[in-house]
């Protein structure tokens, strides 16, 4: 029930294109939903973050949608750049729990 | 305005020996928190921490490893008697306070174990 499922595992568009990235939740008692950004050799740095009482939120280039009835979220890159290259997780916060629950990943790649 | 400091950056050691990981959080920050990651995974929660309490444990292994937090000084992830599975990214992160607040991350210590 604590599991955060993301899809796909990888990822390759062209500069320019819009990546898409999905994650899935079970518990329901999860409240805050932050993404992180993590380049190779370095920790995760925190994207943006919502909460479920918003559908979306934009933050520069990165949109977060959520759907709280299907217990989904996805993470959109408008306008994607080489630079955006690295692994992104999505992960889960709440229900008196203060870790954070990380999805599996998915590896990036925005080819010029 | 220093992140999460967290040294050494790589650590090598052999089987059976002990290995510690240091993590000086945030500067505001009263919480600490301690992830691994293997290869191509994703990070697994290990311990929260606040100022001399160990509040929640119940990722990290029975045997071998332990985490402190004094009142003065870095928090501390110790492992015990070292085996090749040890072999891992561990990262520190520290928030501010309870409810969610965001986490923010060290860059990680990679462990080897020769």
């Keep these: ?112 | 305005n220093a992140g999460v400091m967290q040294n050494p950056r790589h650590l090598v050691r052999r089987r059976g020996q002990e290995a510690r990981l240091r993590c000086s959080p945030m500067k505001g920050h009263s919480h600490v928190y301690w992830y691994r990651q293997l290869p191509e995974e994703g990070l697994k929660f290990m311990v929260y921490l606040q100022k001399e309490n160990i509040i929640d444990e119940s990722g990290m292994p029975k045997e071998r490893f332990s985490a402190e937090f004094p009142k003065e000084g870095p928090s501390i992830l110790r492992i015990q008697q070292v085996v090749r599975g040890d072999s891992a990214a561990y990262f520190c992160a520290s928030s501010r306070g309870q409810g969610n607040q965001p986490q923010h991350f060290g860059d990680g210590t990679r462990l080897s174990i020769l």
């Design chain 1, 1 to 112: 029930q604590q599991q955060v499922k993301q899809s796909p595992q990888s990822l390759i568009v062209q500069k320019g294109g819009i990546p898409i990235i999905n994650c899935a939740y079970e518990n329901t008692a999860f409240d805050y939903f932050p993404w992180y950004q993590q380049f190779p050799g370095k920790g995760p740095a925190l994207l943006i973050a919502i909460r479920p009482d918003v559908s979306e939120k934009k933050e520069g280039r990165f949109t977060i949608s959520f759907n709280k009835s299907a217990k989904q979220f996805s993470l959109h890159i408008m306008d994607s750049q080489p630079g955006d290259s690295a692994t992104y997780f999505c992960a889960a916060m709440g229900g008196g729990y203060q870790k954070v629950t990380f999805g599996t990943g998915t590896k990036l790649q925005v080819i010029p």
